[in-house]
């Protein structure tokens, strides 16, 4: 029962334990290099190491038409929104908003565009409880700041509520994308290019466009030991997992960042943002429990 369900969860625990130290190291990246910049190499590295891992693999060609055009918009909304947000404010505040945010927008999203998808209102509670965590995460940016400026907060926090918007969006198009037989690499190699071209324009608007040494090597690092593995990771668990269920377990992900956040970053969290990672996980927990105890997860499989 449920190896599908088991197989999938330690895919995503990976992939958060992966992404809590890569979003730490590129926020410290950002701080001394153009966001934009650093975006745009990065994910110029990961779309042409997949393009060259589905050629070989002679893999089915990319996507076309609208399924291309919606998963390039939520995944430069996403991924872009992160990236941007985390140059803005501490890691552990960005990913805790937009982690508690998702399982929210993607319960909405899915029960529209997949409505014969597994859930229920416990799905729908649970979802809830990581809103009311996501108010305090908001309250505690206001309250605490961390020396950042009202504005700044404010900008930082609306960037991260679209960006978990975008990755709800993203999450639901994914699963609708393997439930009509897209390959795992087909998606891969063809989700990256508007995000590539938006931060590469930003780059040469804002000037900041100057390769060096440095900057390719920090931007190797970021593909190679984060990016590439992490994504691959989160892909494959869409594949295994239903998308509530999916960004409930991403929910766990603040706790990581918080983690590596604490041994790295400048910035201390406070305590408020240490209980709410922490009662995120447990939800994240409970969600688990509930879905290996449902008579429907018995059938689920994935090939691992």
């Known amino acids: ?79 872009g929104g992160i990236f941007l947000a985390i140059s803005l404010l501490p890691p552990a505040m960005v990913i805790g908003v937009a982690t508690s945010l998702a399982p929210t927008f993607t319960f909405c999203i899915n029960r529209i565009y997949r409505p014969d998808s597994k859930s229920d209102r416990g799905d729908m509670v649970i979802c809830l409880l990581s809103l009311l965590i996501t108010l305090l995460l908001f309250y505690d940016g206001f309250r605490v700041g961390s020396g950042i400026a009202p504005v700044v907060m404010a900008l930082g926090l609306c960037i991260s509520a679209f960006a978990a918007f975008s990755d709800a969006a993203l999450t639901v198009t994914n699963k609708s994308m393997y439930d009509k037989g897209v390959n795992t690499l087909t998606i891969l190699s063809s989700r990256f290019y508007l995000l590539i071209a938006i931060s590469f324009v930003c780059s ?101």
């Open 1 to 79: 029962m449920g190896n599908g369900l088991i197989y999938g969860c330690l895919l995503i625990l990976s992939h958060n334990i992966l992404t809590g130290w890569q979003d730490v190291y590129r926020s410290s990246t950002f701080m001394s290099h153009d966001v934009f910049l650093m975006t745009s190499l990065s994910m110029l590295l990961t779309a042409s190491f997949f393009m060259l891992v589905a050629f070989l693999k002679r893999t089915k060609g990319p996507l076309y038409g609208r399924q291309l055009l919606y998963l390039n918009i939520w995944t430069a909304g996403s991924w």
């Open 204 to 304: 040469l608007v804002k000037g900041t466009f100057v390769l060096s040494g440095e900057i390719i090597e920090v931007a190797l690092i970021i593909s190679v030991l984060g990016i590439i593995p992490a994504v691959y990771l989160l892909q494959e668990g869409i594949r295994c997992l239903e998308p509530v269920l999916l960004e409930i377990l991403l929910s766990s992900t603040p706790l990581f960042v918080l983690l590596f956040q604490w041994l790295q970053h400048p910035y201390p969290p406070s305590l408020i943002t240490v209980v709410c990672c922490f009662s995120i996980v447990s939800i994240s927990i409970i969600q688990i429990i509930r879905n290996m105890r449902a008579v429907e997860y018995a059938k689920v499989s994935c090939d691992s």
